[in-house]
C-alpha cells in the first residue's frame, strides 16, 4: 500500500465513522460493531504500512511521518474502544428487554386462553400465592426488596420429564437492611445533599442486608465437589434429613443423581436435568443452593447460573473457604436457621466479560458473555514473550501492561489470585473493580482499584509479539489474538452468599483463619519503656 493510499483509506475511514455514529443512535449496535470492526482494521493497515516502511532517522520528514500515523492509529483505537463498550451496553440492554418480554409472556399465559371457571379460580389462587403476605407498598417500599419483583414462574420445561417433576414455585423473600447493626430492617439512605451551596453527605448506615422468606422454600438444589468420598457420604445424609424433616425438594446435578440412585432407590424423590437448556431455568425453580465442597465448588455453582442466582449456603469441605462459612458437621442447625430466616447475606458482584474477536464482522459473532465471580486473568499462557496489553477505563487510556499479565478482580476475588500477585484484600461488600498486574516488569506498576460503575476493555494490540490467554474464575481458557479485546463491567446478577454470622464477621474471620492475616507473636511488657 502506498502513502497515499494509506492516507486515502485513513481518512475515508473518519468519514466512515462519523457517517456509522449518527445513524448508531438511530438503529442501535449492529452499526456500532461495523464501525468499530472498519476502525481498528485502519489501525491495523496504519501498523502494517508502518513495517513495511524501514525509517532511517536521518530522514526527518519520515520520522514525523511515522509519528503521525502512530497517532492515528492510536486514535482509532480509542474509537474502537468506545464503540465496543457501547456494544456491551446494547447487550445488556438486549437482555434486559428479553427477560422482561418473557416475564410479560408468562403473565400472558396466566392471564388469558380459553379457561374454564374452575380453571380460573384455580389460576386466581395461584396469582394470590404470588403476592407476598404484606401488602405491596409495605413490602416494596424504600426498606428492602422482594423477589417477587425480580423473579417470577417460567414455564415448564420443554423435557416433559424432567420439568414435570421439577416444582414450578419458588418461595418469595424479602431483602431489608439492618441500621447499625440493628437488625430491624430499617434502612437510611445514603445521600448528598446541596443544601445552600454545602456538600455533606448523610449518616452512613450499616448496610447488613438481611433475607427473610416470606413463603417457606421448597426446593434445595445441591451442588457438589467431584471425587471425594466425605461429601458424597455428607451429600447423600443431607438429602435425606431435608426429605424426611423438612419436606423439601432436592434437585442435583446428573452425577450426583446417577451416584445416589445407583446406591440406593431411596433417592428414587431426588430431581435432575438433562440438558443446558434447563440448567437456564434452573433458577426459576430452585429456593436455596447448598454447596458442598470448597471455594471452586461455589465458583462452580455460580457459573451454572448466567442470570439470577438463588442465595447460596456454602458449606465447609475444603482447605481455605473464603466463601465457606458454614461447618458441615453442623449442617442440621444451620439449615434449620437458613430454612427459617431471616439471615444475613452477602451480594457478591460478578464481573461480565465479552470477548470481542478482531474477525467479528458484526454483532452476531460476538461471543456470548462469561460471568465470573472471582476474576479474569489475561496471561501470557505457554508463550514466553511478555504480555503486551492496552488497558482502557471507559474512554481513558489506563496504562500498558507489559509483564506476565493482569487480573481484572471482583472485590470477592480479592482474596484469589488478585491477593497473589500482590493485590489488597478488599471487603466483598465494597462495589468495586481490582486491577492487578502480574509480575510487572516494571517498578511503578501499583495495584489499582476502580469504580464498579466503569467499564474496562482490555486489548493485545497489532504490535503484540505473542498472543494472550483470557481464563475465567481460573477455568475455560480463550486465546486473545492481536485485534482480540476483552471488555469487562459489573454484572447485574450477583450472588447472594448466606453468612454464617454477618458480611464482615465472616470475611474477617476468613482472612484470620484462612490466611492467618498479620498473626504476630505479641511483645512482651518488659522490656524499655517510652517517657
Ligand atoms: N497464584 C494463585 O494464587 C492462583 C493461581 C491460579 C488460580 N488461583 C485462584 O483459583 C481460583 C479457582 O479456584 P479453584 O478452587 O477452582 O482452583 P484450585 O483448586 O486451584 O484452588 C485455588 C485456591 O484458591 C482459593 N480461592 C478460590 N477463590 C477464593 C477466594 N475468593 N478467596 C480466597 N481464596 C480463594 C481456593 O480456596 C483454593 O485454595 C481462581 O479464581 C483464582 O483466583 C490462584
Ligand atoms: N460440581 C462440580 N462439578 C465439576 N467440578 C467441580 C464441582 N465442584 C467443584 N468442582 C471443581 O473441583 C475443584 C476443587 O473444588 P474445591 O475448590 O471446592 O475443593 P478443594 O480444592 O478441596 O477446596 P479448597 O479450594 O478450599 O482447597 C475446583 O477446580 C472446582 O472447579
Not at 9 to 20: F, I, L
Not at 122 to 151: F, M, R, Y
Request: charged share 25%; with cysteine; hydrophobic share 35%.
Amino acid at each position: 500500500m502506498s502513502l497515499d493510499e494509506l492516507t486515502q483509506k485513513v481518512s475515508d475511514e473518519r468519514v466512515n465513522h462519523d457517517t456509522v455514529t449518527s445513524h448508531e443512535s438511530e438503529n442501535g449496535s449492529i452499526s456500532t460493531v461495523s464501525s468499530t470492526v472498519s476502525s481498528v482494521e485502519s489501525e491495523k493497515a496504519a501498523y502494517e504500512f508502518l513495517a513495511q516502511t524501514p525509517i532511517k532517522s536521518s530522514d526527518a520528514h519520515l520520522v514525523e511521518f511515522s509519528e503521525a500515523m502512530r497517532t492515528v492509529a492510536k486514535a482509532l483505537r480509542r474509537v474502537a474502544e468506545g464503540k465496543a463498550a457501547a456494544q456491551a451496553e446494547a447487550e445488556e440492554w438486549r437482555r434486559k428487554y428479553e427477560l422482561e418480554m418473557s416475564h410479560k409472556q408468562q403473565s400472558k399465559i396466566k392471564g388469558y386462553g380459553s379457561c374454564t371457571n374452575n380453571e380460573l379460580e384455580k389460576l386466581a389462587s395461584q396469582l394470590t400465592l404470588e403476592k407476598p403476605a404484606s401488602d405491596q407498598a409495605g413490602c416494596c417500599g424504600n426498606h428492602g426488596i422482594c423477589s417477587h419483583e425480580v423473579l417470577q414462574d417460567e414455564s415448564p420445561g420443554t423435557n416433559p420429564r424432567s420439568s414435570h417433576k421439577m416444582v414450578s414455585r419458588k418461595a418469595s423473600f424479602r431483602l431489608s437492611w439492618g441500621c447499625n447493626g440493628d437488625k430491624n430492617g430499617q434502612h437510611k439512605h445514603d445521600f448528598v445533599s446541596f443544601e445552600k451551596g454545602d456538600i455533606t453527605t448523610a449518616e452512613r448506615s450499616n448496610k447488613q442486608i438481611l433475607l427473610k422468606w416470606e413463603s417457606s422454600p421448597q426446593t434445595v438444589l445441591f451442588i457438589t465437589k467431584p471425587n471425594s468420598n466425605s461429601v458424597h457420604v455428607l451429600c447423600a445424609e443431607m438429602v435425606r434429613w431435608l426429605r424426611e424433616h423438612k419436606n423439601i425438594n432436592v434437585v442435583v446435578e446428573p452425577r450426583v443423581s446417577k451416584e445416589l440412585l445407583t446406591e440406593d432407590s431411596y433417592y428414587n424423590f431426588i430431581q435432575t436435568w438433562d440438558d443446558d437448556e434447563e440448567i437456564k431455568r434452573l433458577h426459576t425453580k430452585v429456593d436455596l443452593i447448598v454447596t458442598l465442597g470448597g471455594d471452586g465448588t461455589v465458583l462452580w455453582a455460580a457459573s451454572l447460573f448466567k442470570g439470577p442466582v438463588p442465595p447460596v449456603v456454602a458449606f465447609s469441605l475444603g482447605s481455605l473457604g473464603f466463601m465457606t462459612p458454614f461447618p458441615s458437621e453442623q449442617y442440621r442447625d444451620c439449615l434449620d436457621n437458613v430454612l427459617n430466616g431471616p439471615f444475613s447475606i452477602t451480594l457478591r458482584n460478578r464481573l461480565q466479560c465479552h470477548v470481542i474477536r478482531d474477525a467479528a464482522k458484526d454483532e452476531l459473532e460476538t461471543e456470548e458473555p462469561i460471568l465470573v465471580l472471582n476474576e479474569v486473568t489475561i496471561d501470557r499462557g505457554i508463550s514466553s514473550y511478555l504480555t503486551y496489553l492496552e488497558c482502557y477505563c471507559d474512554s481513558s487510556f489506563v496504562t500498558c501492561v507489559q509483564g506476565d499479565g493482569l487480573i481484572i478482580s471482583t472485590t470477592s476475588g480479592s482474596t484469589a489470585y488478585s491477593l497473589a500477585a500482590g493485590g489488597s484484600m478488599v471487603h466483598p461488600q465494597v462495589p468495586g473493580i481490582l486491577f492487578t498486574p502480574i509480575c510487572p516488569h516494571s517498578l511503578s506498576f501499583r495495584p489499582l482499584i476502580l469504580p464498579e460503575y466503569v467499564t474496562l476493555r482490555v486489548q493485545v494490540p497489532y504490535n503484540s509479539r505473542g498472543q494472550a490467554w483470557a481464563s475465567f474464575d481460573g477455568k475455560d481458557r480463550k486465546l486473545l489474538s492481536p485485534g482480540d479485546a476483552l471488555i469487562c463491567s459489573i454484572s447485574p446478577w450477583p450472588v447472594p452468599t448466606a453468612c454464617l454470622v454477618d458480611s464482615t464477621t465472616d470475611f474477617l474471620r476468613s482472612i484470620h483463619e484462612g490466611l492467618h492475616w498479620n498473626l504476630r507473636k505479641s511483645q512482651s511488657f518488659d522490656g524499655p519503656h517510652s517517657g
